[in-house]
């Protein structure tokens, strides 16, 4: 049974664990503050938990920090910031920061517009199955036939030959 004394201390050992440096306490209690489970909600709160989490390479808070910077909840908006923590988690194969990155990079937000990089990261979240990946690869490939493919995208869809 789930008592209000049983969450608070669960809270509670979260919370040390975390202020102790533990990566996963960081992204669980960073999470916890964005939605106001057992702690005040706040984006601020959230937003440096998470940070904590993705400086020491969790992908899914590297992923949750760039959302952050992109549309400012808990933090000041930062679209180079936010491409910078999409590139690390996409590096990680999350397909989530690869699709995000390939927007990112076709649209030339908070960096130079780069056709080659998009198609590269569309390339990888679709093999992952990433809802919209393929369709977003497909359109791009549509709109610029003359785009230079990366012979080793071709080959394997990570950069590898």
Known sequence: MNTPDSAATRIAAIRQAAEGGDVDAQFLL???HLTGDGVAESPVEGCKWLEKAAHQGHA???YLVGLMREDGEGCEIDPADAVRWYGQAANQEHAGAQYRLAQLKEHGVGCEIDLTEAFKWYRRAALQDYP???EDLLGLCRAHPD???PV??????KGRS
């Open 60 to 62: 899914e808070a590297q």
């Open 30 to 32: 960073g999470g916890l």
């Open 132 to 134: 919209d990946a393929r």
């Open 147 to 149: 785009l230079p493919l």
């Open 152 to 157: 080793s995208e071709l080959l394997d869809g």
